[in-house]
């Protein structure tokens, strides 16, 4: 039995978490087609309260630290 795989590269230097997407994905959800909706498909992504719906709050962070 021969077992192969692809090697997955992990960038230990950094925490950040991305992804290519291509505008086809955009075109096919089933959610209004502001961006700010788009945040809310995140894992972790609730309403910021005070800063708004276009501010989310994702995975515990204000809304205004999501504004970069």
């Known amino acids: 039995m021969e077992v192969s795989a692809a090697s ?14 291509a505008d086809t994905f955009f075109e096919n959800i089933p959610v209004q087609r502001g961006v700010a909706s788009l945040f809310y498909l995140s894992p972790g992504a609730v309403d910021g309260g005070q800063t708004g719906s276009n501010n989310p709050s994702i995975s515990g962070s204000s809304g205004l630290e999501n504004s970069m």
Do not use: C, K, P
């Open 8 to 21: 997955v590269t992990v960038d230990t230097s950094t925490s950040a978490v991305t992804a290519n997407i």
